[in-house]
């Protein structure tokens, strides 16, 4: 049985740091198109960043490009979203997910989810 498990969310002060894990279980992580994504009260959610099984296709969406970085450690069944320089707009519920195949970053591409962490930039 497929399981997601995030940990790292938390509140954090404009331009801090957060890194968020996805533990998975059931399944060897190696074989499977990782992406992380968010979803901000009130709005749709959001991609925010996804890697295609051997990482040869990266997607991020504009917002947080050059900020945030996936990685994934395929000996650990673990992957990763390092967030730098937070701003309030990143406050949102984070979700990681997987899928057997990259389609692309899009909520409705990924079949196995995450329960969701909250991710609060406040001063």
């Known amino acids: 049985q497929v399981q997601l498990v995030e940990s790292g969310g938390g509140l954090v002060q404009p331009g801090g740091s957060l890194r968020l894990s996805c533990a998975a279980s059931?399944?060897?992580?190696?074989?499977?198109?990782i992406g992380w994504f968010r979803q901000a009260p009130g709005k749709e959610p959001e991609g925010v960043s996804c890697t295609s099984i051997t990482g040869a296709i990266t997607d991020y969406v504009d917002s947080v490009k050059g900020r945030f970085t996936i990685s994934r450690d395929n000996a650990k069944n673990t992957f990763y979203l390092e967030m730098n320089n937070l701003k309030p707009e990143d406050t949102a519920v984070y979700s990681c997910?997987?899928?057997?195949?990259?389609?692309?970053?899009?909520?409705?591409?990924?079949?196995?989810w995450g329960q969701g962490t909250q991710v609060t930039v406040s001063s």
């Open positions: 059931g399944f060897t992580l190696e074989n499977y198109a």
């Open positions: 997910a997987v899928n057997p195949t990259y389609y692309g970053c899009s909520n409705g591409f990924f079949r196995s």
